[in-house]
């Protein structure tokens, strides 16, 4: 089992940044991808960046190239999400997950989740 503890969120104005952070515990040597994903009020959870454990590949939804940065810490066992020029379509509850096979953008395919925290950004 891993656990997965998301932190970092918080209110911030347009234009702004915020850095997510992703606690890992457990087995996390037995991931091969971990994962952040979004969910905004009445839409489906959406993907949002995504990095192989051993931080040679990473993968950016369209909408956030160029502006968020997936990294890891495996001494650490932390994963970031640096988010700048943050919009307020960008607003969202963000979910780390990690995931022991598979594709890195597929939901489906994570084997653990975080609780999630809330991303606000105002206009």
């Known amino acids: 089992q891993v656990q997965l503890v998301e932190s970092g969120g918080g209110v911030v104005q347009a234009g702004g940044s915020l850095r997510l952070s992703c606690a890992a515990s457990?087995?996390?040597?037995?991931?091969?991808?971990w994962g952040w994903f979004r969910q905004a009020p009445g839409k489906e959870r959406e993907f949002v960046a995504a990095?192989?454990?051993?931080?040679?590949?990473?993968y950016y939804a369209d909408s956030v190239k160029g502006r968020f940065t997936i990294s890891r810490d495996n001494t650490r066992n932390t994963v970031r999400l640096q988010m700048n020029s943050l919009k307020p379509e960008d607003t969202a509850v963000y979910y780390c997950?990690?995931?022991?096979?598979?594709?890195?953008?597929?939901?489906?395919?994570?084997?653990?989740w975080g609780q999630g925290t809330q991303v606000t950004v105002s206009s």
């Open positions: 997950a990690a995931a022991k096979r598979g594709s890195s953008m597929v939901a489906d395919e994570y084997d653990y």
């Open positions: 457990g087995r996390t040597g037995s991931i091969y991808v």
């Open positions: 990095i192989v454990w051993s931080g040679t590949n990473t």
